[in-house]
Nanobody
């Protein structure tokens, strides 16, 4: 059973920073990507950032230069825990959303339960 648990969300003022964490645990084999998506009220879920198994990164245009995705213990297989982070700087009100961790393996795609990020003065 694979489980993704996010943390680090909260309320922050415009221009502030937050760091999201996602711990993926369980029998995880052949990771393709780990990443983040977000969903604002009344909008569809959208891509934010991802990290491939070889360390390549990809970002949505709206967050380039402000967000950074990284990973701990780059183990690609087995039952070890894998953690992915999203460092978010220079936050804007339009970044307000529920942020979801995403894990893609050769078997299937997994989602976390989401963590709320609110950017407001």
């Amino acid at each position: 059973q694979v489980q993704l648990v996010e943390s680090g969300g909260g309320l922050v003022q415009p221009g502030g920073s937050l760091r999201l964490s996602c711990v993926a645990s369980g029998s995880i084999f052949s990771i393709i990507t780990m990443g983040w998506y977000r969903q604002a009220p009344g909008k569809e879920r959208e891509f934010v950032a991802l990290l491939t198994s070889d360390g390549s990164t990809n970002y949505a245009d709206s967050v380039k230069g402000r967000f950074t995705i990284s990973r701990d213990n780059a183990k690609n297989t087995g039952s070890a825990k894998n953690t992915v982070y999203l460092q978010m700087n220079s936050l804007k009100p339009e970044d307000t959303a529920v942020y979801y961790c995403n894990l893609v393996t050769i078997e299937r795609r997994y989602w976390g339960q989401g963590t709320q990020v609110t950017v407001s003065s």
